[in-house]
Nanobody
Framework: VQLIESGGGSVQVGDSLRLSCAAS????????MAWFRRPPGKEYEFLAG????????LYSDSAKGRFTVSRDSAKGMLYLQMNSLRPEDTAVYYC?????????????????????WGQGTQVTVSS
């Protein structure tokens, strides 16, 4: 599975951004997908994810209420709508995918549980 993120950039506090992730090479596309981010000097942080059908969607506490994940499996696309951005949202944002559905156990927030990763897209929020 190849993943390519886009939509990052430099914005001001309170602005919105929509990240996109294009997935290819996954055959039937029956894999769970998620967004992580990695702030400068910090570890990977799970933000949100959804199963291939969209039947199950999970958010981290930091993403809940401001970020919305959505998926168009027919097109092989994953999105992350981010609103009311803050300086602490500054990070490289990654799209991930995994066939074994990490949501079935509590380790889904661990980046090691996800096999396929995009190259990342930088989001910088300035005050």
């Amino acid at each position: 599975v190849q993943l390519i993120e886009s939509g990052g950039g430099s914005v001001q506090v309170g602005d919105s951004l929509r990240l996109s992730c294009a997935a290819s090479g996954g055959g039937d596309r029956a894999y769970t997908m998620a967004w992580f981010r990695r702030p400068p000097g910090k570890e990977y942080e799970f933000l949100a994810g959804t199963t291939w059908s969209g039947g199950a969607t999970l958010y981290s506490d930091s993403a809940k209420g401001r970020f919305t994940v959505s998926r168009d499996s027919a097109k092989g696309m994953l999105y992350l709508q981010m609103n009311s951005l803050r300086p602490e949202d500054t990070a490289v944002y990654y799209c991930t995918a995994e066939r074994k559905n990490p949501f079935l156990h509590n380790a889904y927030t661990n980046h090691d549980e996800w096999k396929y990763w995009g190259q990342g897209t930088q989001v910088t929020v300035s005050s």
